[in-house]
């Protein structure tokens, strides 16, 4: 019997492509115009990370990276350049400057198709929601906020939360312990192949989200269930014990 799920977030509740793409790009254009990086910098920076000027790669660092990670990327790229004010591009002020983009007030968000009522339907039969993201706590709640979904949750897990973000278990198993639930009473929902590591390395079960961005072909050759909408998790969720 599932008591708890534990939701990636970019691109299995709202939008990645949609909200994340203008986020990077205005990252990337105050980096060339305001910070003053050379333009092959810039666009090398944008190749390793997976981003085009119209979409990410699949199974993009973008997509699947922590914000650490991409971060200290970055900071390791940019090592030989300065801001106009001689500061260097330290990993500091790049989280500041994708903060910065990511919490702008005005940048629109809705969840995804399904999303509310289905969110909805399972909190009130009593199963525990979370969030394992590897976006920051504080992007977190503000995109979760934004999106009027914030209350539905019991537990957010995000990548500045953890000593090792996804795909180590340390998240979930931060949710079993304030849940008080076993690996296997917990399903993992996510629409990348690092959540997909992520829940076998937690002991989990997994439904993947089929979406343009990723690779669900991947979830199915490691024979995870895999669902097109949203929704379609509520009944695989809510008859888990009796179809598993």
């Avoid at 333009?39 to 922590?66: C, I, M, R, Y």
């Avoid at 399904?114 to 590897?134: N, P």
């Avoid at 090792?164 to 931060?174: D, N, T």
């Amino acid at each position: 019997m599932i008591k708890g799920v534990l939701f990636d977030k970019d691109g299995t509740l709202i939008p990645f492509q949609e909200f994340w793409h203008s986020i990077y790009a205005d990252f990337f254009h105050s980096l060339q115009y305001e910070w003053l990086i050379p333009d092959e910098v810039v666009s090398d920076l944008k190749t390793v990370s997976g981003f085009n000027e119209t979409h990410f790669e699949k199974e993009s660092l973008l997509q699947h990276a922590s914000t650490r990670q991409l971060l200290r990327l970055w900071e390791t790229r940019l090592a030989l350049h300065c801001r106009p004010d001689g500061t260097r591009c330290s990993y500091e002020k790049l989280s500041d400057l994708l903060s910065y983009h990511s919490t702008w007030p005005h940048r629109p968000i809705s969840p995804l198709p399904g999303v509310v009522s289905t969110l909805y339907a399972l909190e009130k039969s009593g199963i525990r929601l979370g969030i394992a993201t590897a976006d920051t706590l504080s992007s977190t709640r503000f995109t979760l906020s934004q999106a009027g979904l914030l209350s539905s949750f019991h537990f957010i897990g995000a990548d500045d939360t953890v000593s090792a973000g996804k795909p180590s278990p340390e998240i979930a198993r931060a949710f079993f312990h304030q849940e008080g639930l076993h690996p296997r009473e917990v399903v993992v929902v996510g629409d990348s192949l690092s959540d997909l590591a992520f829940a076998m390395q937690a002991g989990t079960q997994f439904i993947g989200l089929d979406t343009p961005y990723n690779d669900s072909d991947g979830f199915r050759k490691a024979g995870a269930l895999t669902v097109k909408r949203f929704d379609d998790i509520l009944p695989l969720i809510i008859t888990w014990g009796m179809v598993s």
